[in-house]
């Protein structure tokens, strides 16, 4: 039987504890599979300062929290700012940059990225955003499928201090909401 769509709303600073279960899980999910290159090996938790920066983004109204039966299974952080790591003239301005999608990996999961890439051109509509822009570790053919398969054009690349980077693009339709 097909999973309902999940239920969307903005984070609140009550949800921290939540996010960061989510994006640890996460993070042990890459780790299992010998993927320590995305992230590290630091769970987000116990990153000096993460579950302020997360408590921030809820703050400042930038994390959609995507839930199901009442329990977190996905965010999307996303804001008409592009992080300075990304090569100047790769995003158009004025565009909604993606910081993160993140999703469940059991079967809660299940269409919960989708849905929140579809909150993100709502998102990015709203704020009359010419595209919407994100980037992603180099090293996950998963990724690429996925953002090829939702219209993201890759438009630079780059390397930060750990890893090798993908830059893409989704232009969105001018007058169309």
Same mark, same amino acid.
């Given at each position: ?61 930038v994390?959609?929290?995507? +839930?199901r039966? @009442?329990?977190?299974?996905g965010? &999307?952080?996303? /804001? ?7 090569? $100047?003239? %790769? ?14 990996r059991?079967? +809660?999961?299940? @269409?919960?990225g989708?849905?929140? &890439?579809?909150? /993100? ?7 009359? $955003?010419? %595209?919407?822009?994100?980037d992603?570790w ?23 201090e ?16």
């Amino acid at each position: 039987m097909p999973r309902s769509s999940p239920k969307l709303r903005p984070a609140t600073a009550d949800d921290v504890a939540a996010l960061l279960t989510l994006m640890d899980s996460v993070h042990a999910w890459l780790l299992s599979r010998g993927r320590p290159g995305q992230w590290g090996a630091v769970p987000f938790s116990r990153i000096p300062g993460f579950s302020d920066r997360v408590a921030d983004w809820a703050r400042q109204n930038v994390v959609t929290l995507a +839930e199901r039966d @009442g329990r977190c299974v996905g965010m &999307l952080a996303a /804001a008409p700012l592009i992080p300075p790591r990304i090569p $100047a003239g %790769a995003v158009p301005g004025g565009s909604l940059f993606i910081y993160t999608v993140m999703t469940d990996r059991g079967p +809660e999961g299940h @269409g919960v990225g989708a849905a929140l &890439l579809k909150e /993100a051109e709502r998102l990015a509509r709203a704020h009359g $955003a010419p %595209a919407l822009a994100l980037d992603h570790w180099a090293g996950s053919p998963e990724l690429d499928r996925l953002y090829d398969d939702h219209g993201y054009v890759r438009v630079a690349e780059y390397t930060d201090e750990r890893v090798g980077n993908v830059v893409r693009v989704k232009s969105l339709p001018v007058g169309r909401v």
